[in-house]
């Protein structure tokens, strides 16, 4: 396409093969998406989406600026200033306090070391601290224990009127960069390499008085934790930024399984060493992790791991499922996973099992397919695990959304409602299916119809 | 654009025809019959070939009380269009027929001369020894140094096809009526600037005199008055008695009733004061009424430092002073206002008859069609033109609007103005409409106008007398008086018309008759004023002549409708129908006593048993209140045919229709072509009040358009892509010639909105996909620096949104497609030559696809279940078997048609005051690159 273009006239020829990432046509059958709606207001990068209920989400990035969307008509519905810098962290509360009518909050941690929660009701500042020695970095709310903890170089927990109930002493000046909570009242918090386990208690002189301990700290990783999941009550898995994922588990907190260097392809005989010189750490890095009850689904590097926690390997990968780094997955109710990376893109993948023949080795697909002069990671331990074993599984690219031209931070799944997606251009754009957009439409149509007594024409 | 110019006859000379016509004699059926006027090639409906001028033109004469009637100026202001015509003779035929009474002067009860403010008069009349036939304007400004401080002027509308001023009278009037009110608006003011001054000078005069007076007095210790001194006490006098009356004239031009302003956009620096208009009408000894000439006063000097002068008591000679200009009449900002209006009037009213109805009626129907008018329309100018009466909706599908409309057909008058019906001799002109006041709401109004009426003529008969005794002919077409001196309630309240019964005014009549001029008075009431509202006009100054008591003259007759029996019982809609047919008889000239009879002739199809179109389309009128239907309701004969016409080919969506629409076109290609060389206007017909700008943009798109369709073989798949909503860049190094191809491809792009259409026409930044939800057709630079590399990635990124026309090396990367409704929109054998005439057939065939997405956005059962258990899939399946059966698509057409409705329920579902956010909607259809 772009050769043609350049060329001007001659024939796009060879416009995928030159690609290591795997691509789809332009025909897309199982592609819901076609319709959208640029949501235009962010004056900066677009960092954060989060959902406030069946259809809102609000949207914070860089800019200092919360906005309320409608996921359905894609109306803006508040913006929220308050904070001078960009967000670091944002996260919704919904307070269904004991008698009171449930509203619908959200706070929101920026770089100007402040704290506000905001009412999404009416778009209006409710509270805002400005107490912090440094910026916070992750919330989590934990709404067992009607509280939430702030986690920056200290961690801090709050009730739900803002008071400060109890903090920790400061841990490191990198500070907390993720939080999950644990079953038991615990907390794990991933503190540059080490993984510091919480546990809340409540005081002994006061009904609303907690205490904060740290109960245990692993240090298992060999870098600084990027990514914290907790799997269910039993099972949470972090991830860093050398490719290590470690299974935990959430009451003893014990290394259940680990896996180091699955995506490690130093063994594979194709590579070159000099191409893997030339790699750098975020190659290997675990940005995001999201899980179901069987498997972890880890974004790596350029692709895409799936990791299956009975059998404790990967069942599945797409080594170069984008063209840069992935930056958040999300898994659907159906076999669908979806990624979004720096390259702009949002692709829709489906867990596919593999029919195929027990002798024909697995990854040779994959890999012929690439080609050389790519840093592969091929053919790891897992990948040769796979070749004994069946079923087989595999990550079928079913659709890609191209709309932002710069890298795609996040996205929010709506269900049926479609997918919102921010980005470093500014833009958040709602993906809809248009076939149920445009029923909406007929919809909507024929009761205005109505509304005007004109509804007179019928076949 | 709804439709185009009918199918028109040809007739040919009879000696061409020999020649090509021997051998293979047509059996008689098919025969044309020929036109009897026609040169070669000639447009059947140019009624007058014989005319000394090329085009229709605007005059500005005035009735000079010291040189007589004078041409002042033309529009446009061009001595070939005139051509060889003479100006000044006409001037004073027009002039001659001035109807108006406008007297200034004492009347009887009152001590102080009054202005009267009169109507304009509008007549048409023909001159046929020209060839020229006027709608004819007349109107009085004020001036304080002409005699009877008024100054009668017209401003005609000359052209050489009477049908055209009789089927334009309506609109004429109204656009003349805004110009005539902008001069008056700014005569009143400098006629009121001007009575200052003379205020000022008067008093320092007085002061002056005064002071004389005085020191005589004072001087004067004989006891008695000398001479000098009752000179001067009785110059004073005089001067005091001026005073009052100039104080009187002041308070009677600002307490103006500026009831019009509310209806003209030209007086935004007027203040509104609604004040009733003084019952002024009246008459004084119009000598009496200058009681000192201002002689030396400077005019217009706003300075409110005016210094005054001493005035003297003996007046300059009539003769000696020059009078004022126009221009000075009227304030340089009204009366550069005024050319302005009659500028666009000349526009406006420019081209053949033909296609100004036809223009009047697309836009009619056009504005009718809320839901669809504006994908493919430029529906701002829809939005343009007040005096159209407001419609109740597009809903009116229903029968009885139908019944309605039938019914109002049928009952429509028939104008034709048949010459040979009229004795050459001179007949009354005036006509009386007074009307009878049964419920006797307000008896002594209708008295008071009529007895004032009864003043006025007499001196309209001195008036006329002098000009009618020039013994040359003119005919006089119609004349009417649109503007009423009655309120509304009071003219809907005695809606029959009796004759009136002045039995003094039959003598104006017979002298007239003896003299030897023959003025042929053709009609009085052209269609155009068949409108009740305007029937309700009282002719208030001049046109109240009784009717002939015997009508053995062949005068016009008003036969009292008295048939309390229908009147009684009807409501409004018969009252109207009935007034409608009361007045077509009298335009007819019909002697038929009984009105209730219908005209055999109405009803009656526009093809004649000959086959041949005599009438061309007669000009739309909007629905009157009784009727509800979304129908026009047409006065001419084949108004009845053309909207079903229409519609029908809007809704069948048949291939007939379609092929057929084809054939059409090359027929209206020639006959344009024909009519814009042979007609007695060679001017291009502009769009009906579309700037002519937008007609000419509208040409070099069809022109560009049948450039693009010729040349490229992939014509088709490019305009898909628009129709279907796909955005389509066209890129190229050239600036010029990628303008050249959005312009022509511009014609295909579905509007989104009532605003702009989303066409691109040159960008040189790379695109984002903000953009393509914007716009729909793109012009593109391609530039070989990096930045045009960046261009270029953009465009190979968002691939799937976009169809890719390089302009350079002549490609095109687009979805396939093997639908048909774009091989009949864009056929590169098409015979059609001119860009005009492209367009009209492009918007014919978008406006069904129009209709076809209407219907299939509107239909519910096409979207939901019928009943709650039908399963999804059913409604899936209708809707497809709709698509494709009844509305006749296939393959990519679906998709044009599902995308035009997708815009249709946007629109339609859309709040008013919200902008909304814009949506991009795509598929992800594989795209293909086509090669020359």
């Given at each position: 396409m772009l050769r043609w273009l350049i060329g001007g006239g001659r024939e796009p020829q060879g416009l995928a093969e030159k690609s290591s990432v795997q691509t789809i046509g332009e025909e897309q059958l199982q592609n819901p998406y076609t319709e959208l709606r640029v949501l235009k207001g962010h004056q900066d990068i677009v960092r954060f989406l989060v959902q406030i209920d069946d259809c809102r989400f609000a949207s914070a990035g860089d800019d200092g600026i919360i906005f309320l969307w409608n996921a359905q008509t894609g109306e803006k519905l508040y913006e929220l200033h308050g904070h001078t810098h960009k967000i670091t962290a944002i996260a919704p509360f919904s307070s269904s306090d004991d008698t009171e009518e449930k509203t619908d909050l959200i706070i929101s941690a920026s770089a100007d070391r402040t704290l506000i929660v905001w009412d999404c009701t009416s778009g209006r500042q409710v509270q805002k601290v400005s107490c912090f020695h440094s910026t916070v970095k992750c919330l989590t709310v934990l709404q067992r224990l009607n509280v939430w903890l702030s986690g920056g170089s200290d961690l801090c927990v709050w009730n739900r009127k803002l008071d400060l109930l109890c903090k920790t002493s400061h841990?490191?000046?990198?500070?907390?960069s993720a939080l999950v909570e644990l079953p038991k009242n615990c907390v794990a918090a991933a503190v540059g390499k080490e993984l510091i386990i919480f546990r809340l208690s409540a005081s002994k002189n006061g009904s609303e008085g907690w205490n904060v301990l740290e109960v245990k700290c692993l240090v298992d990783h060999q870098d600084n934790i990027s990514s914290l999941v907790s799997v269910n009550d039993l099972i949470f898995v972090t991830g860093s930024h050398v490719g290590e994922l470690i299974v935990w588990d959430a009451l003893d907190w014990t290394k259940r399984a680990s896996e180091c260097n699955f995506w490690d392809s130093s063994i594979h005989p194709d590579v070159q060493p000099e191409i893997k010189l030339s790699q750098s750490p975020n190659e290997t890095s675990v940005q995001h992790l999201t899980s179901n009850e069987e498997c972890v689904f880890a974004a790596v590097g350029k692709g895409i791991y799936v990791y299956n926690l009975q059998m404790k390997r990967v069942i599945a990968c797409q080594r170069a499922a984008h063209d840069s780094s992935v930056l958040h997955i999300e898994k659907l109710p159906n076999r669908q996973l979806i990624s979004c990376s720096e390259d702009g893109s949002v692709r829709i993948w489906e867990l596919r099992e593999k029919q195929q023949l027990p002798a024909e080795p697995v990854p040779t697909g994959f890999f012929n397919m690439w080609g050389f002069g790519r840093a592969n990671k091929q053919a790891n331990q897992a990948a040769k695990k796979m070749q004994e074993n069946t079923p087989m599984y595999f990550l079928e690219l079913v659709g890609d959304l191209i709309g932002h031209s710069s890298a795609v931070q996040m996205f929010l799944y709506f269900g049926e409602l479609g997918l919102a997606t921010c980005s470093a251009d500014h833009l958040i754009i709602l993906w809809k299916d248009g076939e149920r957009e445009s029923s909406l439409r007929s919809l909507a149509l024929f009761e205005k119809l109505a509304q005007n007594g004109a509804l007179q024409l019928t076949l | 654009m709804i439709s185009a110019p009918d199918v028109v006859a040809f007739t040919r000379e009879e000696e061409l025809e020999d020649d090509l016509y021997r051998e293979p004699p047509l059996p008689e059926e098919y025969s044309v019959p020929l036109f009897p006027f026609a040169g070669q090639g000639a447009n059947p409906w140019a009624k007058v070939s014989g005319s000394k001028f090329t085009r229709d033109f605007i005059l500005i004469s005035e009735f000079s009380e010291q040189v007589g009637p004078q041409p002042l100026l033309t529009i446009p202001d061009d001595a070939k269009v005139s051509g060889t015509f003479d100006l000044n003779y006409f001037s004073l035929r027009i002039m001659s027929v001035d109807y108006q009474a406008s007297f200034v002067g004492h009347p009887p009860g009152s001590a102080y001369p009054k202005l009267n403010f009169v109507e304009d008069s509008k007549v048409v009349l023909g001159d046929s020894k020209e060839g020229a036939f006027a709608y004819v304007h007349h109107l009085t400004l004020y001036d304080l140094e002409a005699r009877g401080f008024v100054r009668p002027f017209c401003m005609a509308y000359i052209s050489a096809d009477e049908h055209k001023i009789m089927q334009q009278f309506q609109e004429l009037s109204a656009e003349f009526s805004k110009a005539s009110e902008c001069l008056k608006t700014g005569n009143r003011k400098a006629f009121a600037n001007e009575l200052e001054k003379k205020l000022k000078d008067l008093d320092y005069t007085r002061t002056v005199l005064h002071n004389e007076t005085e020191q005589q007095k004072k001087a004067n210790d004989k006891g008695y008055y000398t001479t000098q001194a009752i000179e001067k006490a009785n110059e004073l006098a005089s001067v005091e008695k001026s005073i009052i009356e100039h104080q009187d004239l002041l308070r009677q031009i600002r307490s103006y009733p500026y009831r019009k302003l509310k209806e003209s956009e030209f007086h935004p620096y007027e203040p509104e004061c609604a004040l009733d208009r003084a019952d002024v009408d009246g008459d004084q000894d119009p000598t009496a009424s200058d009681p000192a000439e201002p002689g030396e006063t400077h005019l217009y000097t706003h300075m409110p430092s005016y210094t005054p002068k001493l005035i003297k008591a003996k007046s300059a000679k009539c003769f000696d002073k020059k009078l004022k200009t126009l221009k000075e009449l009227c304030d340089v900002y009204f009366f550069t206002q005024t050319l302005d209006q009659l500028h666009h009037i000349e526009r406006t009213f420019r081209g053949d008859v033909c296609y100004l109805l036809t223009e009047q009626i697309s836009r009619a129907l056009l504005k009718q069609q809320s839901v669809t008018n504006f994908l493919f329309e430029d529906v701002s100018f829809l939005d343009e033109k007040p005096p159209e009466k407001p419609y109740r909706g597009c809903q009116g599908l229903g029968q009885d609007a139908v019944d309605e409309k039938c019914s109002e057909e049928s009952l429509a008058p028939k104008v034709v103005i048949s010459l040979g019906s009229y004795k050459s001799s001179v007949e009354c002109v005036p006509i009386k409409m007074e009307q009878e006041m049964e419920d006797s709401e307000e008896p002594k109004m209708s008295e008071s106008v009529m007895s004032e009426h009864q003043e006025n003529l007499d001196y309209l008969d001195a008036d006329i007398k002098g000009s009618i005794s020039s013994g040359e002919s003119i005919e006089v077409l119609g004349t009417e008086k649109s503007g009423s001196g009655l309120t509304k309630s009071e003219s809907q309240a005695s809606l029959p018309v009796i004759p009136s019964p002045q039995a003094g005014r039959s003598k104006v009549g017979s002298r007239r008759t003896v003299s030897e001029d023959s003025i042929e008075v053709l009609s009085t009431c052209p269609s155009e004023s068949l409108i009740p509202e305007d029937f309700k006009a009282s002719y208030p100054s001049a046109i109240n002549e009784e009717p002939y008591v015997d009508d053995n003259e062949g005068g016009l007759r008003f036969t009292p409708r008295l048939n309390p029996g229908v009147d009684g019982g009807q409501h409004d809609i018969s009252k109207q129908e009935s007034l409608v047919q009361v007045d077509a008889a009298c335009c007819i000239g019909k002697e038929s006593p009984n009105f209730l009879e219908p005209l055999p002739e109405l009803g009656q199809k526009p093809c004649e048993e000959d086959g041949v179109?005599?009438?061309p389309p007669q000009p739309y009128r909007p629905a009157e209140q009784g009727l509800r239907g979304g129908f026009p309701s047409h006065d001419g004969l084949s108004g009845g045919l053309l909207p079903y016409e229409l519609d029908s080919r809007y809704l069948t969506g048949s291939r007939e229709v379609s092929k057929s629409s084809l054939d059409e076109c090359s027929d209206s290609t020639s006959y344009i072509s024909s009519a814009a060389s042979t007609c007695s206007d060679r001017t291009p017909s502009p769009a009906h009040l579309a700037c002519a700008t937008g007609e000419r943009h509208r040409k070099r798109a069809g022109q560009n358009a049948l450039r693009f369709i010729r040349q490229y073989p992939f014509a088709h798949p490019a305009i898909y892509s628009l129709l279907s909503g796909r955005t389509l860049v066209v890129l190229g190094e050239d600036e010029a010639m990628v303008k050249k191809l959005v312009t022509a491809l511009s014609i295909f792009v579905p509007n989104?909105?009532?605003?702009?259409?989303?066409?691109?026409?040159?960008?040189?930044s790379p695109l984002h996909l903000v953009d393509f939800q914007k716009w729909k057709l793109i012009g593109l630079q391609r530039t070989v620096s990096p930045a045009g590399v960046n261009v270029l990635h953009a465009l190979s990124r968002y691939s799937r949104y976009l169809s890719i026309l390089d302009a350079d090396s002549k490609t095109l990367r687009c979805p396939l497609y093997k639908g048909t409704v774009v091989a009949r929109l864009a056929d590169h054998r098409t015979q059609i030559k001119r860009g005009s005439t492209y367009y009209m057939h492009v918007q014919s065939i978008l406006t069904q696809l129009c209709s076809k997405a209407f219907l299939f956005a509107f239909c519910h059962h096409l979207h939901f279940p019928i009943s709650e258990r039908e399963p999804e899939e059913s409604v899936v399946n209708r809707r497809i078997n709709f698509l494709k059966?009844?509305?006749?698509?296939?393959n990519e057409d679906i998709k044009i048609v599902q995308y035009l409705a997708e815009l249709l329920k946007l629109h339609y579902i859309q709040e008013p005051g919200q902008g909304g956010n814009p949506l991009l909607r795509f598929d992800y259809v594989p795209s293909f690159l086509y090669k020359i």
């Open positions: 841990l490191t000046d990198a500070g907390i | 179109v005599r009438i989104c909105g009532v605003y702009a259409k989303p066409v691109k026409h040159w960008v040189t059966l009844q509305l006749g698509l296939a």
